[in-house]
T-cell receptor
Framework: DAGVIQSPRHEVTEMGQEVTLRCKPI?????LFWYRQTMMRGLELLIY????????DSGMPEDRFSAKMPNASFSTLKIQPSEPRDSAVYFC???????????FGPGTRLTVT | GENVEQHPSTLSVQEGDSAVIKCTYS??????FPWYKQELGKGPQLIID?????GEKKDQRIAVTLNKTAKHFSLHITETQPEDSAVYFC??????????????FGTGTQLKVEL
């Protein structure tokens, strides 16, 4: 299996621009998670989906952030408009319904200037 | 909500020595405790986990212990090797098969294994 796939791996954008991060979970996995990693706040859960339905978005920092999962093999995390404080590494993870283990993708390093 | 504390933040050991990383958690309902290893430029990788019905689990050079009464769990790495150098994260959650499990992570331990 290819594992969780994320794109792009690196993104540099200017403040005010829209940013879209993409994730392909492991085939057959029922849950998908979006995390953000920063030096100050560590690894934080932003939102997670079960069978393409958002279950808990309490970690989404503000309305500028939105996430969708149109089908079982694709999810996006969008930031509009982006701000310098959004600079971080964003990870996507997935897991099976019958298991506790979460598998992480390689991450997208976002830099907002 | 859950709060996970992790110590130490940095740990330097000589190759062949043992390394121990400790975590405490706050929510007594948590029942799933994974450990992740993160190498530079990569995503966290699950290396071992333990559930609340087990006190200890071992996988080759890695072991995890859990004390539910004290609400702490530890990662033990024996016979450390240079390739063990990485950042290690503990996490806790109320794990439910058939339900969501929101992982709360510790702040990480930078382990350096010196030759």
């Amino acid at each position: 299996d290819a594992g969780v796939i994320q794109s792009p791996r690196h993104e540099v954008t200017e403040m005010g621009q829209e940013v879209t991060l993409r994730c392909k979970p492991i085939s057959g996995h029922d849950y998908l998670f979006w995390y953000r990693q920063t030096m100050m706040r560590g690894l934080e859960l932003l939102i997670y989906f079960n069978n393409n339905v958002p279950i808990d978005d309490s970690g989404m920092p503000e309305d500028r952030f939105s996430a969708k999962m149109p089908n079982a093999s694709f999810s996006t995390l969008k930031i509009q408009p982006s701000e310098p404080r959004d600079s971080a590494v964003y990870f996507c993870a997935s897991r099976l319904d019958s298991s506790y283990e979460q598998y992480f993708g390689p991450g997208t390093r976002l830099t907002v200037t | 909500g859950e709060n996970v504390e992790q110590h130490p933040s940095t740990l330097s050991v000589q190759e062949g020595d043992s390394a121990v990383i400790k975590c405490t958690y706050s929510d007594s309902a948590s029942n799933y405790f994974p450990w992740y290893k993160q190498e530079l430029g990569k995503g966290p990788q699950l290396i071992i986990d333990i559930r609340s019905n087990v006190g200890e689990k071992k996988d080759q050079r890695i072991a995890v212990t859990l004390n539910k009464t004290a609400k702490h769990f530890s990662l033990h790495i024996t016979e450390t090797q240079p390739e063990d150098s990485a950042v290690y994260f503990c996490a806790a959650s109320i794990g439910l098969t058939g339900g969501g499990n929101k992982l709360t992570f510790g702040t990480g331990t930078q382990l350096k294994v010196e030759l």
